[in-house]
């Protein structure tokens, strides 16, 4: 990964737009875009600048590890940890639903049957 990779995943990890770390290091969107995509030789007093307005350290810049998605996006991954609760709910809530429609079809079947047999003993002992 080079290092314009690198301080674009560590931008997004903060939360900051390209135009945000352009101002924050007096230049343009353009020049700073430019960084990121790798079209700039970075002078050490840049790349200071820079990870200084990351809040990391040059080595930590400069290291191949990749952040971990979590640590990219925690946004995301908050909504997506309450996505998961939310669908676990709403399954729990239709199981629920499942047995209730078992229960009530069954009762249904008895009454059924409890009727059919009614009829049939009064037929037979000729009450109509």
């Keep these: 990964m080079n ?7 560590r931008r997004q990890q ?8 352009a101002d924050m290091l007096g230049l343009s969107t353009t020049a700073y875009g430019d ?5 700039t030789d970075l002078t050490v007093s840049r790349l200071q600048q820079i990870a ?16 971990q998605p979590q640590e ?23 199981e629920k639903l499942r047995l209730e ?3 009530w079809k069954r009762r249904v ?8 047999a009614r009829t049939v003993e009064r037929e037979r002992i000729g009450f109509k």
């Design 109 to 116: 079947d008895e009454m059924t049957q409890w009727l059919s």
């Design 52 to 67: 200084t307005a990351l809040g990391v350290t040059v080595p930590e810049l400069l290291s191949e590890a990749q952040p």
């Design 35 to 39: 960084i990121e995509r790798g079209k």
């Design 3 to 9: 290092i314009g990779t690198q301080i674009r995943l």
């Design 101 to 103: 429609t078992a229960y």
């Design 14 to 21: 903060k939360g900051f737009s390209q135009e945000n770390m």
């Design 72 to 94: 990219l996006y925690p946004e995301l991954m908050h909504q997506l940890e309450k996505l998961q609760l939310e669908r676990e709910k709403q399954e729990i809530e239709l």
